[in-house]
């Protein structure tokens, strides 16, 4: 296991598995259990998420993985979570891996990270973007899912309510303020970012479940945030841009990010892209 220090002094464990054309992998290589599992599957989430990425690739990757998001929740970065610094930390993982050229995949927000990394570095030998759209994306949207966020996190929670998969309106928000700040810190610094100005060069893949539309009611802005819709809307745009696009039919944010759907998609993708 390797280590890279982060732009804030701060540390993350890289685990490196395989071998072949190294591929930086933003999940936890150790399966959630227990209480949080059973929270997790209620939402139709699989707590084993990372660990099954890892083994449906490392057959024929060089995986390097490491829970970027897990991370900033243990030790926030309330001022300083910036695109810049996103894609800093995401070089020094590369780094301490010893990953000179690298392919990136990343799902919702670590999605558009992998965007910010590949307009700051010429390393990348592909890059894949999950549950997040990689032309018009809903980044005003998202700066206003994250204030409410943040506001709701200052305040006194209430009791735990039980809510279906997919309503993210009941969702109670359980973060700190240090916690929720960093998301705004973020998507502030991403307010004027044009992403249909963006021109790359290496191999590219966005996909998306056909229904990936999240509405908020009034207590999150009244807002919907589109993830399929520009994806659908501007495809060919992004094909024109040399974007490989796939939309997953009948698939939310939680089920086109499950292993058994992403990998027919990334696993295939990957080999024609890098082997």
């Given amino acids: 296991m390797a280590e890279a220090r982060l732009h804030d002094g701060n540390t993350i464990d890289v685990e490196v598995h395989g071998s072949g054309p190294a591929v930086l992998l933003p999940v936890d290589p150790r399966p959630v259990e227990g209480e949080q599992a059973e929270e997790m599957r209620k939402w139709g989430a699989d707590p084993a998420l990372g660990r099954s990425l890892i083994d449906g690739l490392s057959d024929a990757f060089r995986v390097v993985a490491f829970d970027y998001q897990g991370h900033v929740m243990a030790a926030p970065k309330p001022d300083t979570l910036t695109p810049a610094n996103v894609a800093a930390d995401l070089l020094a993982v590369a780094d301490a891996a010893g990953a000179g050229r690298f392919a990136y995949y990343g799902y919702s927000w670590l999605a558009l990270s992998g965007l910010q990394l590949a307009i700051r570095t010429d390393r990348l030998s592909a890059l894949v973007m999950g549950g997040f759209p990689a032309y018009a994306g809903p980044y005003a949207e998202m700066l206003?899912?994250?204030?409410?966020?943040?506001?709701?996190?200052?305040?006194?929670?209430?009791?735990?309510?039980?809510?279906?998969?997919?309503?993210?309106?009941?969702?109670?928000?359980?973060?700190?303020?240090?916690?929720?700040?960093?998301?705004?810190?973020?998507?502030?610094?991403?307010?004027?970012?044009?992403?249909?100005?963006?021109?790359?060069?290496?191999?590219?893949?966005?996909?998306?479940?056909?229904?990936?539309?999240?509405?908020?009611?009034?207590?999150?802005?009244?807002?919907?945030?589109?993830?399929?819709?520009?994806?659908?809307?501007?495809?060919?745009?992004?094909?024109?841009?040399?974007?490989?696009?796939?939309?997953?039919?009948?698939?939310?944010?939680?089920?086109?990010?499950?292993?058994?759907?992403?990998?027919?998609?990334?696993r295939p993708w990957l080999e024609r892209a890098l082997l």
Avoid at 200 to 217: K, V, W
Avoid at 255 to 266: S, V, W, Y
Wanted: glycine letters at 8%; one cysteine or more.
């Fill in 144 to 266: 206003r899912v994250t204030m409410a966020a943040y506001e709701e996190s200052g305040k006194p929670k209430a009791e735990p309510v039980s809510v279906e998969p997919g309503d993210w309106s009941s969702v109670e928000v359980s973060t700190t303020e240090e916690q929720s700040r960093q998301f705004v810190t973020l998507y502030e610094a991403l307010r004027d970012f044009d992403d249909r100005s963006v021109r790359l060069t290496c191999p590219r893949l966005c996909f998306a479940g056909s229904a990936d539309e999240i509405e908020y009611d009034e207590r999150w802005g009244g807002t919907h945030v589109s993830i399929a819709g520009p994806l659908v809307r501007h495809r060919a745009e992004l094909a024109a841009l040399g974007w490989d696009v796939e939309v997953l039919d009948g698939l939310d944010h939680m089920g086109a990010m499950q292993a058994g759907n992403a990998l027919p998609i990334l």
